[in-house]
């Protein structure tokens, strides 16, 4: 017995990554082949958005580098394909691959921007919500379904239409991206309103808290240190669906022209510019971004749709 206890109090503690690899979250994920190819997919895409300054044969952005006389070469596999425009390029002699990889890296931009300031407005006014109660949460609880009343896409039209307009010129096009990130999160922060209101009400109840109110300790600390890390698992999953969300809300902004400028091109306005050449036979242009996004979008979903599954304890 002696020595059983010595090994015990000798044994170090599990770091986090140990305490991690041992759980049933790393377990579901492993044994899941849908959401391990998903994360691989993933991966890829945002690396290769990450290296576009080392992958891209040119820069996008760069006017300079655009050659007129090259423009809607077919990709490099068709006849009059050239190299290095592999996937070919646009009426302005853009390069396909280099517009993709420059323009995911805007739309993960926008969509992870998005979830993160959406996430921290509706997880705030969730744990106010559902804390305090009373008028403070008949006020925020309206708001948020006024909000919901209206579709997500005129929501974020209006918006974007009306910070455009008052932006100075000099800073439209800069300010473009932010402003879309406004614009997607004044809508999406409501669903984590709800779901953190939802779970606030529970735990408010529970005899942690009702025990940490008669030692005095402040409302905020309650809320921040003992309430909000019981509620986080739902958010999570609300998350990751809402990144693939954002980044279509984005796209299809960027498809109707009240989101980013074609020289700041997304894979919306990529999708945007070659739908006006795809009749007349420039298929090229217009297809390669709608699978990059799909692509995207497709694997941010799966992950999000195992992640709800693992963290479900009715499916354990």
Not at 148 to 175: C, D, F, H, K, N
């Amino acid at each position: 017995m002696t020595d059983i206890l010595a090994h015990n109090l000798a044994r170090k503690p599990k770091t986090r990554l140990r305490l991690f690899l041992d759980s049933d979250l790393w377990w579901s994920f492993r044994h899941s082949r849908s959401a391990k190819g998903a994360a691989i997919v993933l991966g890829l895409v945002i690396l290769a958005a990450l290296l576009a300054p080392v992958l891209s044969p040119q820069n996008p952005y760069d006017l300079a580098a655009l050659e007129l006389w090259n423009a809607e070469l077919p990709p490099v596999w068709m006849e009059g394909g050239q190299m290095p425009y592999v996937l070919g390029t646009d009426v302005q002699g853009r390069d396909i691959l280099s517009g993709i990889l420059y323009g995911t890296r805007i739309s993960i931009f926008i969509g992870i921007a998005s979830v993160v300031v959406s996430l921290v407005i509706g997880v705030m006014a969730g744990l106010v919500a559902g804390f305090y109660g009373g008028w403070v949460d008949n006020v925020l609880m309206r708001i948020g379904d006024v909000l919901l009343s209206i579709p997500i896409i005129l929501v974020a039209i209006l918006v974007s239409s009306v910070a455009q307009t008052m932006l100075p010129p000099e800073l439209r096009e800069a300010g473009i991206a932010i402003v879309l990130v406004l614009a997607i999160a004044l809508y999406s922060w409501v669903q984590y309103a709800r779901v953190v209101r939802a779970q606030t009400m529970v735990e408010r109840r529970k005899e942690y808290v009702q025990a940490s109110r008669l030692v005095g300790t402040p409302a905020r600390r309650l809320m921040l240190k003992h309430i909000l890390p019981n509620t986080l698992t739902p958010v999570f999953v609300a998350a990751t669906l809402n990144f693939g969300l954002a980044i279509l809300i984005e796209a299809t902004l960027s498809f109707l022209g009240v989101g980013m400028p074609p020289n700041q091109p997304s894979l919306g306005t990529l999708i945007r510019v070659g739908n006006q050449y795809l009749f007349s036979g420039s298929w090229w242009i217009v297809l390669f971004p709608s699978i990059q996004l799909c692509i995207l979008v497709v694997a941010v979903n799966m992950l999000g749709d195992w992640l709800r599954d693992a963290l479900n304890p009715k499916l354990r």
